[in-house]
């Protein structure tokens, strides 16, 4: 199975690169953060997952997860059927996107923590102590779980006992 890689690249001017993504990578990982909040591009992001995102952005995220896209496709709200439509078509739509992005943003802050994609992957698809023993990924399939794996992320990143 082809796996990306997603250590951060240093830019001649300092900034931070993520090969695995396009608009994902932008999103997540914005040249310029005041307080954790990226700066730029973030209205360009937005319209982007309106429009729904480039097929292309579901393939960089499963590569990046390193979960066979029958096994992704479903957390996104799409069937194998809707799975094999939208790689015809060439674009996801509106919600799958807004789905696709709460993952990478999970994946991004997953490694930001751990410091290594891999220890990261792992730590997704793996049951958690703080999450009453659910797999992150899984908690994720909703916004509200989203946002408790990623409480979670931010108190292990903070070294509060999960």
């Known amino acids: ?11 001649a001017n300092g900034t931070k690169s993520f090969p695995w993504a396009g608009i994902v990578a932008s999103h997540v990982h914005a040249d310029a953060t005041k307080n954790g ?3 730029r591009g973030t209205s360009a992001v937005i319209q982007a997952v309106q429009s729904g995102l480039p097929f292309d952005e579901l393939e960089a995220l499963q590569a990046a ?3 066979p896209l029958e096994k992704l496709a479903p957390k996104l709200g ?5 799975l094999h439509r939208r790689r015809q078509e060439g674009r996801l739509t509106q919600a799958e996107s807004d789905r696709l992005m709460r993952y990478a943003r999970l ?11 891999t220890s990261a992957r792992d730590w997704l698809k793996q049951p958690q ?9 899984n908690y994720a ?22």
């Open 1 to 11: 199975m082809k796996t990306a890689k997603l250590q951060s690249k240093k830019k």
């Open 37 to 39: 909040v990226a700066l």
């Open 65 to 67: 997860l390193d979960l």
């Open 78 to 82: 799409m069937s194998k059927a809707t």
């Open 107 to 117: 994946m991004s802050q997953a490694v930001d923590v751990f410091q290594d994609e």
């Open 129 to 137: 102590y703080g999450l009453a023993w659910a797999v992150p990924l």
């Open 141 to 162: 399939e909703t916004e509200t779980g989203a946002r408790e794996v990623e409480n979670l992320l931010g108190r292990i990143d903070y070294g509060e006992y999960s």
